[in-house]
Nanobody
Framework: QVQLVESGGGLVQAGGSLRLSCAAS????????MGWYRQAPGKQRELVAT???????TYADSVKGRFTISRDNAKNSVYLQMNSLKPEDTAVYYC?????????????WGQGTRVTVSS
């Protein structure tokens, strides 16, 4: 099993910045993809950004140009730098990791960290 622990959420005014961190621990072989999802009140969970172990990134259109995902493979950690935050970015942000083994694909989620952007 792999455990993911997020940190860095909080309350920020519109236009401000936050940096989320996620540290993985446990039975780690290779976290092939790490990423962030979010779930706003009353809405479905949605992809925010992902990054492969090689550094290839993807972003939701709604965050392109404002958010930057990065990772430190030596620390088994992933980060999300969020700039120019908008009230619509308010959500619980979840860290995720995918580990591809020989016979199976393992998918892990953190407990979430709340981000609130005030107008």
């Amino acid at each position: 099993q792999v455990q993911l622990v997020e940190s860095g959420g909080g309350l920020v005014q519109a236009g401000g910045s936050l940096r989320l961190s996620c540290a993985a621990s446990g039975s780690i072989v290779s976290l092939n993809v790490m990423g962030w999802y979010r779930q706003a009140p009353g809405k479905q969970r949605e992809l925010v950004a992902t990054i492969t172990i090689g550094g290839t990134t993807t972003y939701a259109d709604s965050v392109k140009g404002r958010f930057t995902i990065s990772r430190d493979n030596a620390k088994n950690s992933v980060y999300l730098q969020m700039n120019s935050l908008k009230p619509e970015d308010t959500a619980v942000y979840y860290c995720t990791a995918v580990q591809i083994r020989v016979a199976r694909v393992e998918d892990y989620w953190g407990q979430g960290t709340r981000v609130t952007v005030s107008s």
